[in-house]
């Protein structure tokens, strides 16, 4: 009761001798009127209820004024979808289509949106966002065997900062996976891809025959491999080498 009346955008208490005196009061004002009822006779049992009773109405009171407000007047509850179409004058469905920057919105109301957005702390959740869309908007990466390798391996921490920005600038999430053996590995991604956790999948390295790869093809769920592949209809992100060492040997050829 005292952090709550302290919080209070109602009284601006700021510090606890402040709502020390203002519970003392709303005790005090139960205490009076049980007083003047125990001057009409009344049993001492019945004036100790009303007393309770009139207090706990009082902390009620109370604790509904406060609308849950810091001294900044922030919201600590989490916003809604609701209060930012209220904040913001339009409906739920526009905000949703703001977040989702649809073309179909003009700039003037995505400002307004997103201004409420801001002001209200407001995130959108993504758990329930993907029950209605199917999508997820998390990316699972799948590390080697020997993760110690892929960490002491400078090109894969650079690879790794690369994704995580261009999925950041498109609203994504990253989930790695890893494993102690193949084993693990392999259960790991089954999770995954059965229970849909990810939206597609992106192996940091390439193996032959790999049945975490084969995993992802039988469900023809989305995926792509960094290095070589097997069969030429896979999806892969691959350097030129042969290219590469061509362009560096005719520079130093020609410097």
Not at 68 to 82: G, L, P, S, W, Y
Request: hydrophobic share 45%.
């Amino acid at each position: 009761f005292l952090y709550l009346t302290k919080k209070s955008r109602l009284f601006h208490f700021r510090t606890f001798a402040e709502c020390y005196n203002f519970s003392l009061n709303c005790l005090g004002f139960p205490t009076i009127i049980a007083c003047l009822i125990g001057l009409f006779g009344q049993p001492i049992t019945t004036i100790l209820t009303l007393q309770n009773i009139l207090f706990v109405l009082c902390l009620l009171w109370v604790f509904f004024k406060t609308k849950f407000r810091d001294e900044n007047q922030e919201i600590i509850m989490r916003a809604t979808i609701k209060d930012v179409a209220k904040l913001a004058g339009v409906s739920p469905s526009t905000v949703t289509r703001v977040i989702q920057n649809s073309s179909a919105i003009s700039q003037k109301t995505k400002d307004l949106v997103r201004k409420a957005i801001t002001e209200l702390n407001y995130h959108p959740n993504l758990n329930a966002r993907s029950l209605v869309s199917s999508y997820t908007q998390v990316i699972g990466l799948i590390l080697p065997d020997d993760s110690d390798v892929f960490y002491q391996n400078p090109f894969f921490p650079t690879v790794l900062r690369g994704i995580s920005q261009v999925a950041a600038d498109h609203n994504y999430a990253i989930q790695i996976s890893t494993g102690k053996n193949e084993a693990q590995r392999l259960e790991a991604i089954s999770q995954m891809v059965y229970g849909q956790r990810v939206d597609g999948l992106i192996f940091l390295y390439s193996k032959p025959d790999d049945p975490l790869v084969q995993l992802a093809i039988q469900h023809n769920f989305p995926f792509l491999i960094l290095g070589k592949a097997d069969s030429p209809f896979i999806s892969l992100v691959d350097n030129d080498n042969i290219q590469a060492g061509f362009e560096a040997t005719n520079y130093f050829i020609n410097k």
